[in-house]
């Protein structure tokens, strides 16, 4: 039943691997940073397809942006300067270490990838505060639209397969303890992380001016919008 219904996603969503579902020009850091991330990089490929086509300049109306479309908050949030969205590496970083913090909150041990890939699809595209409310997938015809598709490129990439998961339903993931904030790390001088984040310096002028601003946004750490 299961290879029937992965064949008729796989049929609809135009069958075998194409050049649009990979983009050679960003194959090593795909490789580099989901190897980084513990992830698998068919899945990386399969948001990137979705989101952006491959197009690095890509911007929604929701200001997400570059490659894996990241809005600036969740930027913030993952150890990178919004305004670097649009470099396709550092966009990469944001966008894996997304899905790894969110892969770490909707864990799945019945999983090969340890998490479960419907919740974690949906976060992604609606945000982990719309997954927790609902206790599951959100009931937005968007966002149950973007899972099948990207689950229909991961499993053109994937010989056919998609992992299985539990059912997407939230039992116990809910506060379950993820990955510290990565902008904790990018404000302070020492850190573990082994993709080396971006480090802001500020000229005197930038301290001078920050000092005259209203109190900025939670997320954002660099205090720059």
Known sequence: ??????????????????ASDTYPQYAALVEKHAALQRLDKNMVWAVMGRESSGNRYALSNKNARGLLQVIPPTAARMGVH??????????IIAGTRYLRFLCDRYFDATSKLGCNLD????????????V?????????????HY???VKA????????????????????????????????????????????????????????????????KSWDVFGDF
């Open 1 to 18: 039943m299961m290879k029937k219904l992965i064949a008729a996603v796989m049929l609809l969503a135009g069958g075998e691997v194409t």
């Open 82 to 91: 919004p305004k670097n969205l649009y470099d396709p590496e550092q966009n």
């Open 119 to 130: 919740l974690v699809l949906a976060a992604y595209n609606a945000g982990e505060g719309a």
């Open 132 to 144: 927790d409310k609902y206790r599951g997938i959100p009931p937005y015809s968007e966002t149950r």
């Open 147 to 149: 899972i099948r598709a």
């Open 153 to 216: 490129r991961y499993a053109r990439l994937n010989n056919g397969t998609i992992p299985a998961s539990a059912p997407a339903v939230l039992a116990e993931v809910v506060g379950r303890k993820t990955s510290a904030p990565y902008n904790k790390a990018v404000l302070t001088a020492k850190t573990n992380m082994a993709d080396d984040p971006v480090r802001i310096v500020r000229s005197k002028h930038q301290m001078q001016v920050a000092q005259h601003r209203p109190e900025r």
